[in-house]
């Protein structure tokens, strides 16, 4: 079959920039994550690594498997992908490349200024940057660049999707268009809390223009962002399975409509949720952490319903396939089409993620894991699995559409993504585990003096997990750059397969096409939920003065 | 409007998944509300630059506020270590915990306990807690402050009510 459209070469460049930036932050940054991994198993290579100058610490090595892995390479990737949706959906060009370029460029150059302060030893602050302890600034101002710049590409999104709109009136946007500004809807809304931390206190503190800044006020505004951030992970994740995955798997969508409403519902309610990270922070008032955890707990029905639309599409595929039974349709489905496992693997252990999550969210339940190494467990089966092996799955037919290239080593390929679900279920079972014995996260397990005998068994376990993931992740960055640049040149171009919906399009009703009524209730429901707890915040601020030194 | 087609297991799906997220909020909220098991409060703000001068924290420590059954403990967390490093306290009594930082951000996890609040400079986290048991609880730092983090711990020995204080 012969794709409908067709992207243009220098449109092809520009999103494989984008794919090659998140494919090189995740080579460096994967190198540490089985490095702490290893430390707990007690195999401490740190020494090795700080005589060889490649990390000074566990905790820079944490801060670059954080910084790159959680934050570059999901960025850029997805940033990279919904481009692709917006033209691909859109069947036009983006109305202003240009800004675009701007905006993908910026990013870039926050990037490289962030990571030059990172590599040098001189922001072991981790992902979360928490103050008082402080970074030079220009750190700071490389992650304003960073999300700046991806506001701009957002832009360039909504001034195309408009245009769009103007020349198709009363027509429904294409699902992986409309699905792809959503997320940088929810982007754009979820930012802003961080932005408002780092231009307003962090960056004028670590100037020396202001003397101190409140605490708990800073992790108010970050966890504003934080939480909204794993969605904007996740939905691009989703835009994959809902439009992608069904025709992939021989099948169809099941149900648009459905699809359509959960976007809309993460856009609502997935903002104004940041107290359920500061459960145990005293500044926050009990009542609107409990407010924040009901409306966490809100968020799992679109995840439902996802599961319910995205596994009955499968489910389609399955018997059209020969899958007969109650369970024969999904033995049926390409469980050998490394495109299709990465993400059925992904969605598998997304479902533990989930369990894990309600957990989180459950307001008192939070005391026993908050801080313990259950969190690093449980968004490793998230962002890590079900958001990265689908990535993963995505590249292994955008990369070779992109390129021109086949996919190399397909059978590697395969093997890699197995391995990834399989290393990835040891190591977060461990973790969790260790975290209800209360260790605790961000620490280097292997060195510290309070750890019981009894915890050895699982900490070796973290560390096999380490080894598998080590492996599998440098498969991929093999396949990765042989199917960017060394590959044999395809014949004819990829297929992109965006499943058709079961019932007609048109039949969605008008109102999950309409942006104004959503946004307004999402930015309503966002000032309704932060309002108090931020006027209470600022107006009995405690300064509190960096203590100017450098502890790591 | 157009209106919304919504399949008929896909239905039932959403009203199950209703029903049980409205249990677990309940359960949780009778949880915390009315049985006590809740998360931790702010008890004051202080300048963490000046906790040396505040009478309440002069001196950090356990004090007696009814014999064999209320207690208090201020706990100062700098890096890297907990001030005091050792703590003892009867079995049976309702002890409370005052928490804050005199630098940077810590934590504060007591083991096989509930007891868990992110310890903020210019913030003094409250959370109780009644030990049934004798033994000795490790308290540890769960949030990264440094080089030293992974060494910052401290203990709460638990005694008998009848060996307290001697």
């Known amino acids: 079959m012969q794709n409908e459209y067709t992207l243009t070469r220098a449109e092809k460049r520009f999103i494989g920039w984008h794919i090659l930036v998140a494919v090189s932050a995740l080579a460096i940054g994967s190198f540490f994550g089985p490095m702490q991994a290893f430390n707990y198993a007690g195999w401490n ?203 992939q798997a021989g099948g169809k969508l099941y149900s648009e409509t459905m699809a359509r409403l959960a976007f809309w519902l993460f856009i609502l309610l997935s903002v104004p949720v940041g107290f359920h ?26 995840s439902l319903m996802t599961l319910f639309t995205v596994v009955a599409s499968l489910e389609y595929a399955g018997r059209k396939r020969g899958g007969k039974g109650l369970m024969g349709w999904l033995a049926a489905l390409p469980w050998n089409d490394p495109v299709v496992a990465a993400q059925l693997l992904g969605g598998i252990l997304f479902i533990f993620g989930g369990f894990g999550g309600i957990v989180n969210a459950s307001y008192n339940t939070n005391l026993i894991l908050h801080n313990t190494a259950w969190v690093p467990g449980h968004f490793h089966l998230t962002v890590s699995t079900a958001v990265t092996l689908t990535f993963m799955g995505i590249s292994f037919w955008l990369v070779p559409y992109l390129t021109g290239r086949e996919l190399c080593c397909r059978k590697a390929a395969l093997w890699m993504v197995y391995l990834w679900f399989i290393g990835m279920a040891i190591f977060s079972q461990a973790m ?52 960017a640049f060394f590959a044999k040149k395809a014949t004819k171009e990829v297929e992109v397969q965006v499943a058709e919906a079961m019932t ?42 960096a203590p100017g030194m450098k502890l790591w | 409007m157009s209106s919304l087609h919504i399949d008929r297991h896909e239905k039932r799906w959403i009203t199950i998944s209703m029903v049980l997220l409205a249990a677990f909020a309940v359960l949780i909220g009778v949880a915390g509300f009315a049985l006590g098991v809740q998360v931790p409060t702010l008890e004051q703000k202080v300048d ?71 310890v903020i400079p210019g913030y003094v986290g409250k959370l109780s807690y009644t030990f049934d048991q004798p033994g000795e609880y490790k308290f540890i730092c769960t949030e990264y402050c440094g080089l030293g983090h992974a060494a910052m711990f401290g203990m709460i020995k638990v005694v008998p009510p009848e060996e307290f204080g001697q």
Request: charged share 10%; proline share 8%.
């Open chain 1, 45 to 247: 290579f740190y020494p090795k690594l700080r005589e060889l100058h490649i990390a000074q610490s566990y905790y820079q090595g944490l801060t670059l498997h954080g910084v790159l892995n959680a934050v570059v390479w999901t960025t850029f990737f997805i940033t990279g992908f919904l481009t692709f949706n917006m033209i691909y959906g859109l069947k036009r060009p983006l109305k202003y490349p240009k800004l675009n370029a701007f905006g993908f460029w910026m990013m870039v150059v926050g990037l490289v200024l962030a990571a030059i302060y990172i590599l040098a030893n001189k922001a072991s602050v981790l992902y979360t940057f928490y103050p008082p302890m402080q970074a030079p600034w220009p750190f700071y101002l490389g992650l304003v660049l960073l999300v700046v710049g991806s506001w701009i590409e957002g832009y360039g999104f909504y001034f195309t999707l408009h245009q769009w709109k103007k020349d198709n009136p009363g027509v429904r946007t294409p699902f992986i268009a409309f699905a792809s500004v959503a997320t940088m809807v929810l982007w754009q809304l979820a930012t802003l809390g961080v932005a408002i931390e780092t231009l307003f206190m962090l960056l004028p503190w670590s100037m020396g223009l202001v003397k101190g800044i409140d605490i708990q006020l800073a992790r108010t505004f970050f966890w504003w962002f934080g939480h909204p951030l794993v969605y904007f992970w996740l939905l691009p994740a989703y835009i994959s399975w809902y439009a992608y995955l069904p025709r």
């Open chain 1, 504 to 545: 007609d399009v048109q039949l969605v009703p008008e109102w999950l096409d309409a942006w104004k009524p959503w946004l307004v209730g999402a930015v309503a429901l966002l000032v309704v939920a932060y309002t108090p707890v931020l006027i209470d915040l600022i107006s009995g601020m405690v300064p509190v003065v």
């Open chain 1, 277 to 302: 990270h500061q459960f145990v922070d005293p500044g926050v008032a009990p009542g609107w952490k409990y407010i924040h955890a009901l409306l966490t707990l809100s968020v799992v029905i679109p």
């Open chain 2, 48 to 118: 963490p630059a000046k906790l040396d001068q505040d009478p309440k924290w002069s001196n950090p420590g356990v004090r007696e506020i009814v014999p064999g059954k209320k207690y208090e403990v201020y706990i100062i967390a700098q890096t890297w270590q907990f001030t005091p490093r050792e703590i003892v306290v009867p079995a049976g009594a309702k002890v409370t915990f005052y928490v804050t930082s005199r630098d940077i951000q810590h934590g504060f996890k007591v083991l096989n306990t509930d007891l868990n609040v992110q």
């Open chain 1, 432 to 483: 969790h585990s260790l975290g209800l014995l209360g260790a605790p996260r961000r620490t280097p397990l292997g060195e510290a003096p309070y750890i019981p005998a009894e915890w050895s068994g699982l900490l070796l376990r973290v560390g096999i997990g380490g080894i598998i993931l080590f492996i599998a992740v440098y498969m991929y960055i093999w396949i990765m750059v042989h199917t």
